[in-house]
């Protein structure tokens, strides 16, 4: 009930395409769902997050998709660009501040 | 101006030595979190402090001591360390009542 299942495990995109990572879960009393993006040798760093009482957010080319009812969100990046070439984890958490992460996705935009 | 700092962030060392990681955040925040990532790239929390206070405590081998001296500090003693132990550990802080979690750099522990 705690895992967050992401998927795919690899993405590669050509630029200027769409690219869509997606994630579920179980545990219905998960109320923050982020997203971080992780380069090579760095730390995770948040990019977006949701609360389940909203459908989507958007911010630039970033937005999460997130339906309530199917225990899925989703992170849509609009106009892939070289430099998005990241490795993303979806997570999710509980008032604990406790993340449970997605497995990750690498992501690779071509030139 | 780095908000989470970690170091070392190489640590290259014997199996069975004893080894430390220390992390500092100078964010003014109140709550700090180590992790390990695995080769396969997994996250998974392993301790939290809230003021100096362990608050969460994952399933990890009493090997592993966490010490948060004050708030803005948290350190990982590692004792007898194993080959499964090689993996990158990574520190991370956030304010009570705020879920965003920012993390440091990183330290890539390899034991041999």
């Known amino acids: 009930q705690q895992q967050v299942k992401q998927s795919p495990q690899s993405l590669i995109v050509q630029k200027g395409g769409i690219s869509i990572i997606n994630c579920a879960y179980e545990?219905?009393?998960?109320?923050?769902f982020p997203w971080y993006q992780q380069f090579p040798g760095k730390g995770p760093a948040l990019l977006i997050a949701?609360?389940?009482?909203?459908s989507e957010k958007k911010e630039g080319r970033f937005t999460i998709s997130f339906n309530k009812s199917a225990k899925q969100f989703s992170l849509h990046i609009m106009d892939s660009q070289p430099g998005d070439s990241a490795t993303y984890f979806c997570?999710?958490?509980?008032?604990?501040?406790?993340?449970?992460f997605g497995t990750g996705t690498r992501l690779k935009v071509l030139a | 101006d780095t908000a989470v700092s970690q170091t070392p962030k190489y640590l290259v060392t014997q199996m069975g030595n004893d080894k430390s990681i220390k992390c500092e955040q100078n964010?003014?925040?109140?709550?700090m979190y180590w992790y390990k990532q695995d080769s396969k790239k997994f996250l998974k929390i392993m301790f939290s402090?809230?003021?100096?206070?362990?608050?969460i405590n994952e399933t990890v081998p009493n090997r592993f001591s966490p010490k948060s001296p004050d708030k803005a500090h948290l350190n990982l003693h590692i004792n007898s360390l194993e080959l499964g132990d090689s993996a990158v550990y990574f520190c991370?802080?956030?304010?009570?009542?705020?879920?965003?979690?920012?993390f440091g750099p990183g330290t890539r522990l390899t034991v041999l």
């Open positions: 949701i609360r389940p009482d909203v």
């Open positions: 545990n219905t009393a998960f109320d923050y």
């Open positions: 402090y809230n003021n100096k206070e362990l608050i």
């Open positions: 964010l003014g925040h109140d709550t």
């Open positions: 997570a999710a958490s509980t008032g604990t501040y406790k993340y449970i």
């Open positions: 991370a802080s956030s304010l009570r009542g705020a879920n965003e979690q920012f």
